[in-house]
């Protein structure tokens, strides 16, 4: 059984940074690769950033340039830094496989960005 623990947000100003952290039990970390998404109130979830296990990473447009996806495979972790903060980005973030395992969702992590 995998559980996928985010951690990180919180509120924050307008331009300001979080730093989340998704760590992931089990010994299969190595072998995906892995996206962080966010769902806002009254929308679907949507994926802003990916890894794969080469280290390739891709972003939504709307996060290019002010986030950044990382993973250690040592500590079957993959951080989302996030920088220049907006409002729009207030969501609750989640991480999951990039092709998402329905039964991996965990509670996510909630940003706010608000002054």
């Known amino acids: 059984q995998v559980q996928l623990v985010e951690s990180g947000g919180g509120l924050v100003q307008p331009g300001g940074s979080l730093r989340l952290s998704c760590a992931a039990s089990g010994s299969i970390f190595n072998m995906y690769s892995w996206g962080w998404y966010r769902q806002a109130p009254g929308k679907q979830r949507e994926l802003v950033a990916s890894i794969t296990r080469e280290y390739s990473t891709n972003y939504a447009d709307s996060v290019k340039g002010r986030f950044t996806i990382s993973r250690d495979n040592a500590k079957n972790t993959v951080y989302l830094q996030m920088n220049s903060l907006k409002p729009e980005d207030t969501a609750v973030y989640y991480c999951?496989?990039?092709?998402?395992?329905?039964?991996?969702w965990g509670q996510g992590t909630q940003v706010t960005v608000s002054s």
């Open positions: 999951n496989r990039l092709v998402p395992a329905q039964n991996y």
